[in-house]
């Protein structure tokens, strides 16, 4: 769940840069997990934009790999393009919650599917980014995402990344 608003307007260009990990799953429309998943998440700041590299490993041992660029374009605005992402995807922020929607080729089951993303992220009181997704094809709902991404815990001393 969702905490209260934080007071804090997200950034998602200072939030996602440097590393972060991930935890969610992947529910069906009635609401049955089929999917768990971590991800490891690495943020690099360019001039306007930032580039988040995302690694993920699902509980059946898939893996997969996606690569955003999003562009700042002010006033709240962005505008991202991964590897997957067929056209881009767009959103705006409205104090601590980005919406961001994008349509996305996905493989399920060898197969390639074209779905659409719908994700509210939400800065939560624990410095946390709740993102909460709703996924259809062809306007119809075919499950949703729940992922809690948070900053990298740091190295503790002497020990080595790696």
């Known amino acids: 769940m969702v905490s209260a608003p934080t007071g804090q307007d997200l950034r998602l260009e200072e939030f996602l840069e440097g590393s972060l990990v991930a935890e969610g799953e992947f529910r069906d429309p009635f609401g049955r997990v089929r999917r768990t998943f971590t991800a ?25 790999d996606r690569e955003w660029l999003i562009e700042v374009l002010g006033d709240g605005h962005y505008r991202g393009t991964a590897n997957d992402v067929v056209d881009v995807a767009e959103g705006r922020v409205h104090g601590n919650r980005l919406d961001w ?62």
Do not use: C, M
């Open 40 to 64: 490891q998440l690495t943020g690099t700041r360019l001039p306007n934009a930032i580039r988040v590299e995302e690694h993920f490993l699902y509980n059946d041992g898939e893996t997969d």
């Open 101 to 162: 929607r994008y349509p996305i080729e996905l493989k399920i089951n060898g197969r390639p599917w074209r779905l659409t993303f719908a994700d509210r992220f939400e800065l939560d009181g624990t410095g946390a980014l709740i993102n909460t997704a709703r996924v259809s094809k062809f306007g119809l709902p075919v499950g949703s995402v729940y992922q809690v991404i948070r900053k990298a815990p740091a190295l503790a001393a002497g020990q080595a990344a790696d």
